[in-house]
């Protein structure tokens, strides 16, 4: 099976890795204006140059109690519009061979949504997520 | 108009550079459909661009060559030789006026007569003169959008890049010529950043701004008069969607007018005004344009679409049925049908609908339609906003700031202002400024981002659709021009905000949507449409008669119908004179019956009513003149035929209304038309029927004579006694001297007028009906 360049993240404290085809870029997010009333995953929206982007909260994203306090963000294209999703900590980029999830492994919560396999990085399987399914949509939020 | 009218020449020559091949290549092949159809594209653009434009002379080529080639496309035409080359010829003139009228140059129409003569079946193959081009060099031109998209987002960097590069530099000590350079440089980019909107933003008014006199001569064509509404021509929208956007709203303008829109006749039949009405408006809500096109005309017979499709063959009429409602109205956007069959120069041949359709659907719009039969269509089209500019006010609520568009802002008023009052209804703030009484809306609360200034609230007055409320905010801070971008669906989501942008601080900001807000918080305006709209209807069916209200000559305050007084005149007693048995004005080299109530009294001066009704005029001598007053619609009628009509109750007072039919009745002198039925007075021994009955006839109407002119047949012959009648042919009616007739006997009694009038018609129209 053909190799692919994965991202390596910390999210709400576990590794995941992320398809480089789905990263846009990777910065540091300044200033953030809220969005009241806003599905709560939103953080708000950032510029990124000349461009606003909706930030998102993927701990909030996952269903986790907790609030990201990370600044770091991947950005990621869906539908036209341009999506910050807030990362902990970046750790490497490499390529890896995607593998599905071993039979009867049953993910918690949101996990299991964003969830596209599995891949191995020295012995030690890493959840791929799929970004897209971190962004609350207006279908889903209806 | 001038860049509408650049816009035109650039894209008609670049579709005929585009088309000469297809053309070469129709005339080798005339049954290439795809070819037709290309040249056909052409000329009913061309066709729909004129109209708009104002080019009579192309848009008549055009249409003649539309005409034949819609022919061809339903083979009701053979495309030979002799149509290809006058088709040819129409589109080569075509190209030429374009030329002429880009270099500004005149250029003769003759021949033009000929090459649409060409057209028509069976005429002479003309010979195609080689085409003289006259080219002016263009100042205009045509750039791809990417481009341009490119072009703004460098622009949106720099000025960014300005903003940051300032705040640095004042962070310290900063060198005077460094300052004077930064602000040069701030200017420049300012000014920069103005240009390059503007070459992708454009006004709607450049759609907008020939639609009244596009109507106007599409209602006179039609002999039909409407009155054009337009609201909203300074939002601005990506000048992409005004391109696309042009030729469907011509259609839908034109069919409104052509199909929606009643004849004066059928209108006032239906208790409409005479004038048809026309709203095109355009607004921003959400993250759309929406343009809306609205005509109290007869909307969309649905049951007719129905018929027509199924006629058609496309699907059976048990299908169509089965649509819902909703579905059947979109029926009109089938392709080829066209709710009225006679093809008009006006709207095409139902070209139209599918292809609005079309248009929209490529810039991902939607349209949406709203069809009350009987009282009228409106088709709104939301176009998405790509990218648009708008003018709002920047508002402060708890940390935050918010755009607000300038557009569905009414005023703003501080809650501690005159004339202000906030009261609780029910647990409900309700503000009233002035009188008028609106829902309050505490933008801090409905955000759950509560209050940081203090002192007093600002009160946004805000339309949302039918109705307008107060929005309460902390603070109002600038005005400002916005680039708007769509927010995210997850942002959008919440229904209050319209838009994304980011200002010069370099902070994100939010548009809010101020119908959404109404929305989301639970404000109804619907029940005020009704109200409005009841309102409306009201006046409009109701309203009054128009009448003149005048003092009479016998001391009586009268009421005559403003329709029929021509104009009221002061004249002098010596223009009056009582002869013949009535009074007559000399006035204007001509006698005038006069009518009164009451008596002149030897006044010298007097005003007098001149009452017109078609070539008949009659003056009515009056004291003078008051005002006029609207009469209320229900008049009592009077009992008796006589001068007054009825009473009427103007202002709490009854005031009798002048019978201008009897006034006409009474005093008009006939005068014997020429065609006027003749009457043959036979055996009129004593003269008494010459003497007696003559007048009594010609004031009836009836031309009289005693002898026959030759070549003359009498309509009615009327015999004293037992005269024989000289012309077997006409009916005769008889006077017999006594009161009783006999058994079988049907004379009439000399004396007799009614029976005598009643029987010389009865028998005319025997006679006539035989």
């Known amino acids: ?142 | 108009m001038d860049d509408l009218l650049q816009d035109f020449i650039a894209e008609t020559r670049e579709t005929l550079e585009a088309l000469s091949g297809e053309i070469v290549a129709w005339e080798s092949q005339p049954d290439d459909r795809a070819r037709l159809d290309a040249i056909f594209r052409f000329v009913h653009t061309v066709k729909g661009s004129c109209g708009f434009l104002d080019l009579p002379r192309l848009e008549r080529l055009a249409h003649a060559a539309e005409d034949v080639l819609a022919q061809v496309r339903d083979g009701a035409r053979v495309p030979d030789r002799a149509l290809v080359n006058a088709v040819l010829g129409v589109v080569d003139r075509i190209g030429e006026i374009v030329e002429a009228i880009d270099a500004g140059a005149a250029l003769d129409d003759s021949g033009e007569e000929l090459l649409i003569a060409a057209l028509a079946e069976g005429s002479e193959e003309i010979v195609l003169p080689t085409p003289v081009t006259q080219r002016a060099p263009s100042r205009s031109v045509r750039l791809g959008v990417d481009l341009l998209d490119r072009m703004m987002s460098g622009m949106s960097e720099m000025v960014l890049a300005r903003n940051e590069l300032a705040r640095r530099l004042r962070s310290g000590e900063i060198d005077p010529a460094v300052e004077a350079a930064l602000e040069r440089l701030s200017l420049t980019v300012g000014e920069m950043r103005d240009t390059v909107t503007r070459t992708r933003m454009q006004k709607i008014d450049a759609l907008f701004s020939p639609l009244p006199r596009m109507v106007r001569d599409t209602a006179g064509g039609l002999g039909k008069s409407v009155a054009l509404q337009i609201e909203g021509s300074d939002v601005e929208l990506d000048r992409e969607m005004i391109e696309v956007m042009r030729d469907p709203l011509v259609h839908i303008i034109r069919n409104a007018i052509d199909h929606g829109i009643e004849a004066p006749a059928e209108r006032r039949a239906a208790g409409k005004r005479e004038a048809g009405r026309l709203c095109v408006s355009a607004r921003q809500s959400g993250n759309q344009i929406i343009i809306e096109i609205a005509d109290d005309g007869r909307g969309v017979n649905v049951e007719r679409l129905v018929q027509k499709l199924a006629a058609s063959g496309v699907r059976s009429e048990r299908d169509l049925h089965a649509l819902p409602d909703a579905a059947k109205l979109e029926l009109m956007f089938h392709p080829g049908l066209s709710s009225k069959d006679i093809v008009s120069e006006i709207s095409g041949r139902g070209v139209g609908m599918d292809v609005v359709k079309a248009s929209i659907d490529q810039i991902g719009g939607r349209v949406e339609l709203d069809n009350i039969p009987g009282k009228g269509l409106r088709i709104a089209i939301h176009v998405p906003l790509t990218l648009s500019i708008i003018s709002a006010i920047v508002i402060g609520a708890g940390r935050q700031r918010f755009a607000i568009p300038r557009q569905s802002i009414e005023e703003i008023v501080s809650e501690r202002g005159e004339a202000i009052r906030i009261d609780q209804l029910g647990g409900t703030p309700i503000v009233t400024v002035r009188g008028r009484r609106m829902p309050m809306l505490d933008l801090g609360e409905l955000l759950d981002i509560g209050r940081e200034a203090q002192g007093p609230r600002m009160l946004v007055i805000v339309g949302a659709g039918a109705g307008s409320y107060a929005l309460a905010v902390d603070s109002v801070l600038d005005n400002e021009e916005l680039v708007i971008k769509p927010a995210s669906p997850v942002v959008m989501a919440t229904g209050i905000y319209a838009g994304q942008t980011l200002p010069d601080s370099g902070l994100p900001m939010l548009l809010l949507d101020s119908a959404g807000m109404a929305r989301v918080a639970g404000l109804d305006f619907s029940r005020d449409l009704n109200a409005a709209f009841g309102d409306v209807v009201a006046e409009e069916v109701a309203p009054g008669l128009p009448a003149l209200l005048f003092d009479d000559l016998d001391g009586v305050r009268r009421a005559v119908p403003l329709a029929a007084v021509d104009r009221v005149e002061k004249v002098s007693a010596s223009q009056v004179q009582l002869a013949a048995g009535s009074y007559r004005l000399a006035i204007d080299g001509r006698i005038v019956p006069l009518a009164m109530q009451g008596a002149l009294d030897g006044r010298e001066r007097l005003s007098v009513l001149r009452l017109k009704d078609e070539d008949a005029e009659v003056a009515y001598a009056i004291d003078e003149a008051i005002e006029i007053v609207t009469l209320p619609a229900d008049i009592s009628p009077s009992r008796s035929p006589g001068p007054a009509a009825g009473v009427a109750l103007v202002e709490g007072e009854q005031i009798e209304v002048l019978d201008v039919l009897w006034v006409f009745d009474m005093h008009v002198d006939r005068i014997a038309a020429a065609d006027a039925p003749l009457c043959l007075l036979a055996g009129d021994k004593d003269g008494w029927l010459a003497t007696f009955v003559r007048p009594l006839l010609e004031t009836a109407g009836y031309r009289v004579t005693t002898t026959l002119a030759p070549g003359e047949t009498p309509a009615v012959v009327l015999a004293a006694d037992a005269a024989e009648p000289p012309t077997p042919a006409a009916p005769v009616v008889r006077l017999r001297r006594k009161r009783q007739a006999e058994a079988g006997d049907d004379s009439v009694y000399r004396y007799d007028r009614a029976g005598l009038l009643f029987a010389l018609e009865a028998r005319i129209g025997m006679r006539g009906g035989r």
Request: hydrophobic share 50%; glycine share 8%; proline share 4%.
């Open chain 1, 1 to 142: 099976m053909a190799q692919q360049l994965y991202l390596i993240a910390e999210v709400a404290g576990r590794t995941v890795a992320i398809d480089s085809d789905q990263v846009e870029s990777v910065v540091d997010i300044g200033e953030v204006t809220a969005v009241p009333r806003a599905a709560k995953p939103v953080r708000g929206l950032a510029a990124l140059r000349s461009r606003v982007v909706t930030v998102v909260d993927t701990e909030a994203a996952l269903g986790l109690n907790g609030c990201s306090l990370a600044r770091r963000a991947v950005i990621t294209q869906i539908d036209g519009h341009h999506y910050a999703m807030l990362v902990d900590t970046l750790e490497d980029v490499a390529p890896f061979e995607l593998r599905p999830l071993a039979a009867g492994i049953a993910l918690e919560g949101s996990w299991r949504h964003a969830a596209r396999g599995l891949v191995e990085r020295d012995g030690e399987p890493i959840l791929v997520i799929d970004l897209s399914a971190l962004v609350p949509t207006s279908a889903l939020l209806s």
